[in-house]
């Protein structure tokens, strides 16, 4: 329940009330492309837990951020890499130390 239903609630929380999980005006929306094959079933009631179990990293093909498509067949267009995933663990780690004073 918690990954697929309180994510949003949990990123409002820590983010300032920045509203994500859903396409609409004032929403931030970021989608991903997948190259995913179900082997099972796949339809509106079980598509979370397709999403939680199902998909990998591998297989995102194409990445799009606040309407601009930064990854494309699984290349990062603008981005410098190394410098994003040094940012990444920067902030990490204060959104951790966010979330565990919050207990």
Known sequence: KMAVNN??????????GLEVGK???GCIAD?????YQPITD??????????VFG???????TTIVAGKII???RKILNLDEKVVLSEAKKVSTDV????HSSF
């Open 23 to 25: 396409i609409a005006e």
């Open 96 to 99: 951790w130390n966010k979330y």
């Open 7 to 16: 994510n949003r609630a949990l990123t409002k929380t820590q983010f300032n």
């Open 71 to 73: 990854m494309r067949d």
């Open 55 to 61: 998909f990998r990293d591998g297989m995102v093909n």
């Open 42 to 51: 796949l339809n509106k009631d079980n598509l979370p837990w397709h999403i």
């Open 31 to 35: 989608l991903i492309l997948v190259d």
